[in-house]
């Protein structure tokens, strides 16, 4: 039984490695093709898929490198990720800082893919849109990233920033941005709420219960 235990977790070890490896070679693809591409918005898309693409690689690198099949070291994994994104979009910890409050929680994989690519679009989001040019050399320039839980179990995840916020009457459920679709799709498939907070820059709260 030992042994055979022992075959199904190096079987499940190489299949999250094969899946990461598959992912990156895509995301590598991605990037190989973006300097030829000469329209902007073309360029952008394709960075935003490659980031989403590593969002997922990432999750499936962690299992493969952690002691249990079943649990990712979920304030490393957030910290990686948003270290990617800084990178990705070109942001200096000089203009633009991030603080991270993640705790320590166990979550299935189907339910950190989602929170993966809610924190992926929203920090994204933000990095494109929060601290324009004029904007920038007034303040500091933060994006936070917070998840908890709370004494009843349910968890919330915030992801903000102090910059510019959103245009007055603005509405998620009007907007046309690709991201923040499927920031929407990805919480219903949390079965989850969002609110939205505008004052004094932007608030995405997002809660959910975890999967028993």
């Known amino acids: 039984i030992r042994q055979s235990l022992r075959e199904k977790e190096v079987l499940l070890k190489e299949v999250h490695h094969r899946v990461k490896n598959n992912l990156q070679i ?32 990432l999750i499936h690198e962690k299992l493969y490198q952690s002691e249990s099949l079943a649990r ?48 992926n679009e929203l920090v994204s989001n933000a990095l494109k849109h929060a601290f324009p040019e004029p904007w920038r050399g007034r303040e500091a320039g933060e994006i936070a990233v917070d998840l908890r839980r709370d004494a009843a179990g349910q968890l919330t995840l915030t992801v903000s920033d102090n910059g510019v916020g959103l245009s007055e009457g ?28 505008t004052g004094g820059g932007t608030r995405f709260a997002i809660t959910f219960e975890a999967r028993k």
């Not at 000089?94 to 893919?113: N, Y």
Request: charge should be negative; aromatic fraction near 6%; proline fraction near 3%.
């Open 72 to 119: 990712i070291d979920l304030p490393e994994y957030i910290e990686s990720l948003t270290a990617n994104l800084f990178l990705s979009y070109g942001a200096t910890e000089g203009t633009v800082g991030t603080r991270l409050a993640v705790e320590d929680i166990d979550l299935d994989i189907d339910t950190v893919i989602p929170c993966a690519l809610i924190v």
């Open 26 to 57: 895509i995301s590598s693809l991605l990037n190989l093709q973006t300097p030829y591409i000469r329209d902007r918005q073309a360029a952008d898309l394709f960075r935003e898929s490659r980031n989403r693409i590593y969002s997922m690689s």
């Open 170 to 197: 603005f509405a998620m459920e009007r907007c046309e941005s690709l991201g923040l679709k499927l920031v929407g799709a990805l919480v219903k498939q949390l079965r989850g709420a969002i609110r939205l907070e």
